[in-house]
């Protein structure tokens, strides 16, 4: 059954039926406590359609349905996610330069909408996030993206660090922003295929995934602020990607 927004589906069968639609699903909430067929059912199809999973008190349930909900939520998503081993490919048939930004647990929605603004505006092929510790993709990112993110591929992973090593072996060079980088942006060739890490608003760039990285770089500053929002630093990042490549 759906809610009057069409974004909040509930119940076993529409729920499951949802799923195997196709229909782009942000995140399945189900009760504490459910056992049994149809838990194992809901977790394979959450696992073979790369769909975030958590369960939850029914209490948080009943606020979308009024209590019938039969254990399970599913919170769809506005825009179709994809897969970046989809869209690499068309790229390079484009004969295009790839420009790829993977988000680090980039968790506010504006933070989220500003970050695709800016990466629309300046060509870049598609955004990558994770499936778990990501913005959700709302009525308030799309807005704050003034529609960007329903024109740029947005490409959910289960893992960064998978989807890291695969833009490697495809010849993307992975870049990272660190204050302890030794290069500056400005110095970095970046008219090669490239793909940056932008960190989480809080924390930056997760250490794993900066030791991952081909190089790691600092945006060079003047000022005494200790850095710049995640959404700045990024558009300053894609700029100078294309201004080295225009």
């Known amino acids: 059954m759906n809610s009057k927004n069409d974004l909040i589906i509930y119940g076993r069968h529409p729920v499951v039926d949802t799923i195997r639609s196709g229909k782009p699903v942000d995140k399945l909430l189900l009760q504490q406590g459910i056992r049994g067929e149809f838990e194992k059912e809901v977790r394979h199809l959450c696992r073979e359609f790369d769909i975030p999973f958590k369960v939850v008190p029914k209490d948080?349930?009943?606020?979308?349905?009024?209590?019938?909900?039969?254990?399970?939520?599913?919170?769809?998503?506005?825009?179709?996610?994809?897969?970046?081993?989809?869209?690499?490919?068309?790229?390079?048939e484009q004969s295009k330069t790839p420009l790829f930004l993977l988000l680090d647990e980039v968790t506010d929605v504006r933070n989220f909408?500003?970050?695709?603004?800016?990466?629309?505006?300046?060509g870049a092929d598609a955004i990558i996030i994770p499936s778990k510790g990501a913005a959700r993709i709302n009525a308030d990112a799309l807005k704050t993206s003034a529609g960007a993110l329903t024109k740029i591929p947005v490409c959910r992973s289960s893992s960064l660090m998978n989807a890291i090593e695969y833009l490697q072996l495809s010849g993307i060079q992975i870049l990272a922003s660190s204050l302890k980088g030794e290069k500056k942006l400005f110095d970095l060739d970046l008219t090669v295929p490239t793909a940056f890490i932008i960190g989480s608003e809080g924390e930056g760039v997760n250490a794993a995934l900066l030791r991952k990285a081909d190089e790691q770089f600092i945006i060079?500053?003047?000022?005494?602020?200790d850095s710049l929002n995640v959404s700045v630093a990024t558009g300053i990042m894609l700029y100078e990607v294309m201004r080295q490549r225009k």
């Open 60 to 92: 948080r349930l009943n606020k979308f349905s009024n209590g019938n909900h039969q254990g399970v939520v599913a919170l769809l998503s506005p825009i179709q996610y994809f897969k970046i081993e989809d869209v690499l490919p068309m790229v390079y």
């Open 113 to 122: 909408g500003s970050i695709a603004r800016s990466a629309e505006v300046c």
């Open 220 to 225: 060079p500053q003047l000022g005494e602020t």
